[in-house]
């Protein structure tokens, strides 16, 4: 399983437009109205990945199973969904079940398309919903340090909920709680600002090598990292064409990746996850872990069992698998290492683990 990332806006920003494209179906109902979207729109993309490519040849395997992403469109916002306005409940109650957001930002001029404000704005978009996340998690923390719940959360827990309430209040770079508390603890406390943030540009045709000044403005803005050019349009059209006909029209439009790769990789990079591999005569597959998982927490991954009974594991790097074409010749030529609890998973490793039930 790799990470689920929720789409999120304003309405009318493109969000079902790029959601059909990402995930390659028209689920979503890409209407010209706001809150065409009420539930979340849930698409299952897999992570094409050449190294396990090669594995399913090299190993004759009978299945190819690939990592995946899980994308939910979900409805739009507008300025006071944390008391509701909107679909504003839906919003920031299906936000919090993903592991990380994607704000799409409206950077393209249309005569065609409502606008809930008079005029295009990407920051001042990304601001409204920002403030609604913060609001919603004041009123979160509120609720969760009041006398009567206070013997529910731990010590660490009332510390991240009480430092992020003091750096709302005083408007601070809340990034910075990265660096002060655990990833771990951060996931568990449910809060919304605290969440890894993905910044999509979504510009018109015109724009997609260069950007506008729609997109110049954001990707100048201090505070915004982890930006990415979209034309949620193009990514459509990309998707209708045949394989070969589809590296034609991106190099026609100067496009080196599509907007899934592109999200994929930063994606990967803002989570710190990795890829490691199974292979064998049954199936290849790809599995997502943390950067520095050990290896019985990658075979947890497997299964919990796997975990619990760990022994070891043995391991191939990609480039010994494939330079000495699989398993047999692996361990014949002493490529084949066996790593214990401590081992650090590493990118592209091939793993067999051996257990105790």
């Known amino acids: 399983m790799g990470f689920k990332c929720g789409i999120v806006g304003l309405p009318n920003v493109g969000k079902s437009t790029l959601f059909n494209a990402l995930t390659n179906s028209s689920k979503a109902q890409a209407g010209n109205f706001p809150f065409c979207t009420i539930e979340p729109n849930v698409g299952v993309v897999p992570v094409l990945d050449n190294r396990l490519d090669k594995l399913f040849e ?42 990380a957001i994607v704000h799409l930002l409206r950077c393209f001029d249309s005569d065609d398309i409502q606008n809930v404000n008079k005029d295009v704005n990407p920051i001042r978009d990304l601001d409204i919903i920002e403030t609604e996340m913060k609001l919603a998690d004041l009123e979160s923390i509120g609720k969760r340090i009041d006398k009567k719940n206070l013997k529910k959360i731990t010590d660490d827990e009332l510390n991240i909920l009480k430092t992020t309430e003091d750096y709302i209040n ?4 809340l990034n910075d709680l990265r660096n002060l508390f655990d990833l771990d603890l951060i996931n568990k406390s449910g809060l919304l600002s605290l969440k890894p943030k993905l910044y999509v540009c979504n510009v018109d045709e015109k724009s997609i090598s260069s950007g506008n000044k729609y997109s110049n403005e954001v ?5 915004i990292d982890n930006t990415i050019l979209v034309s949620a349009e193009i990514e459509n059209q990309i ?16 496009i080196e990746k599509t907007g899934l790769n592109y999200l994929i990789e930063k994606g990967y990079k803002l989570l710190e996850l990795e890829t490691f591999f199974t292979s064998g005569p049954e199936e290849s597959r790809a599995w997502t872990v943390k950067k520095d998982s050990t290896a019985p927490v ?5 299964h919990s069992d796997f975990e619990k009974g760990f022994i070891r594991a043995e391991t191939i790097s990609f480039n010994d698998f494939v330079t000495n074409n699989g398993w047999i010749n692996c361990k014949n030529n002493g490529k084949m290492r066996l790593e214990g609890k401590d081992y650090i998973v590493k990118d592209g490793d091939i793993l067999n683990f051996r257990f105790n039930t």
């Open 298 to 302: 990658a075979a947890g991954k497997i």
């Open 239 to 254: 998707n209708k064409l045949e394989d070969n006909e589809k590296k034609n029209f991106m190099e026609l439009m100067n």
């Open 219 to 223: 990707q100048k803005n201090k505070k």
């Open 58 to 99: 090299i190993s004759k395997s009978k299945k190819k199973i690939y990592t995946t992403i899980t994308f939910l469109d979900i409805a739009g916002l507008v300025k006071g969904a944390s008391k509701g306005e909107g679909l504003g409940n839906k919003f920031l109650s299906h936000i919090r079940e993903v592991d």
């Open 170 to 173: 005083n408007d601070k770079d």
